[in-house]
C-alpha cells in the first residue's frame, strides 16, 4: 500500500509554510524556491493553491528520464531524485503533467517530493490541513 499528498484548495490561506518547511528539510535553508512543493497564488481571487507530486502510477518522469536518475524510494515507494546521476535535462520537468517537478540551478539537479521518507514536512507544517498524506492503492 503506498502513499500520496493530497491537497485542499478551499483550505489553503497561502501562508507557505509548507514551502519553508520542505526546503529547510531537504536543503537546511529556508528557501521557497527549492521547495518541492509549490505554493501558486491568484491575485485576482486572493485564493491559493498548493501543488505536490502526485505519485503517479507508471510515472511518466521516471520514463522520460534518459539516465535513471528517478527511482523508487524502498521504504515508501516514492520516486525521488538521485541527484548524483542526475544530468540536468530537464526532460523529467517537461515530463510531468502536474508542474510537481523545478531546478536547482546552482546544483544543476531537478528537485522533486519524496515523501520525506513517509513524514512529510508539509503536511505535518499545514496549519490548515490543506495538504494531507494519505493512504493509496
Ligand atoms: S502551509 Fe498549508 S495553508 Fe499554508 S500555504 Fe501551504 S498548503 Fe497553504
Ligand atoms: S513528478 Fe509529476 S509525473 Fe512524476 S510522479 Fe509526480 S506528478 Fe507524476
Redesign the pocket.
Given at each position: 500500500m503506498g502513499h500520496a499528498l493530497v491537497t485542499d484548495p478551499a483550505r489553503c490561506t497561502g501562508c507557505l509554510q509548507c514551502e519553508l518547511a520542505c526546503s529547510l528539510k531537504h536543503e537546511g535553508v529556508f528557501a521557497p524556491w527549492l521547495a518541492r512543493v509549490v505554493v501558486h497564488r491568484e491575485p485576482e481571487t486572493c485564493r491559493a493553491f498548493p501543488n505536490v507530486?502526485?505519485?503517479?502510477d507508471d510515472?511518466?518522469?521516471?520514463r522520460a528520464c534518459p539516465v535513471g536518475a528517478?527511482k523508487p524510494s524502498p521504504a515508501t515507494g516514492a520516486?525521488y531524485v538521485d541527484v548524483v546521476e542526475c544530468i540536468g535535462c530537464r526532460e523529467?520537468l517537461e515530463?510531468?503533467?502536474?508542474g510537481?517537478?523545478s531546478f536547482d540551478p546552482d546544483k544543476g539537479v531537478a528537485l522533486?517530493?519524496d515523501l520525506c521518507n513517509g513524514e512529510p514536512a508539509c503536511a505535518k507544517v499545514c496549519p490548515s490541513e490543506a495538504i494531507t498524506m494519505e493512504r493509496c492503492g
Open positions: 507530486c502526485r505519485h503517479c510515472p511518466p518522469c521516471v528517478l520516486v523529467c515530463a510531468c503533467p502536474n510537481s517537478i522533486k517530493c
